[in-house]
Nanobody, 125 residues
Framework: QVQLVESGGGSVQAGGSLRLNCAAS????????MAWFRQAPGKEREGVAA????????RNADSVKDRFTISRDTDKNMVYLQMNSLKPEDTGLYYC??????????????????WGQGTQVTVSS
């Protein structure tokens, strides 16, 4: 069982930056895919970025490429999402997710079985 706790959300003006943090209770000596998802009011949850804790390989959604960067610190059981050049359409509740895996990390909701409670990001124009 893995508990995930997100932090770092907040309100920012368009063009600004935020860094989200995801603390995992344990990796239990296993490799994981870790990912960030977001959900805006009235919309479906969508994948933003994913990373393999084993290889450090990443995958980003087209909507955030060149703006968002996912990274991990396996010694601290942490995953980060650095968000730059934020836009109002980036507003939403951001969730950290995890699944035991050592292969390709996907950006689909059903690929993950552990979820945090979410942290709110609001970008004003």
């Amino acid at each position: 069982q893995v508990q995930l706790v997100e932090s770092g959300g907040g309100s920012v003006q368009a063009g600004g930056s935020l860094r989200l943090n995801c603390a995992a209770s344990t990796y239990s000596n296993r490799w994981y895919c870790m990912a960030w998802f977001r959900q805006a009011p009235g919309k479906e949850r969508e994948g933003v970025a994913a990373i393999s804790t084993r290889y450090g390989s990443t995958r980003n959604a087209d909507s955030v490429k060149d703006r968002f960067t996912i990274s991990r610190d396996t010694d601290k059981n942490m995953v980060y999402l650095q968000m730059n050049s934020l836009k109002p359409e980036d507003t939403g509740l951001y969730y950290c997710a995890a699944v035991p895996a050592s292969g390709t990390c996907h950006l689909t909701v059903d690929h993950y079985n552990y979820w945090g409670q979410g942290t709110q990001v609001t970008v004003s124009s």
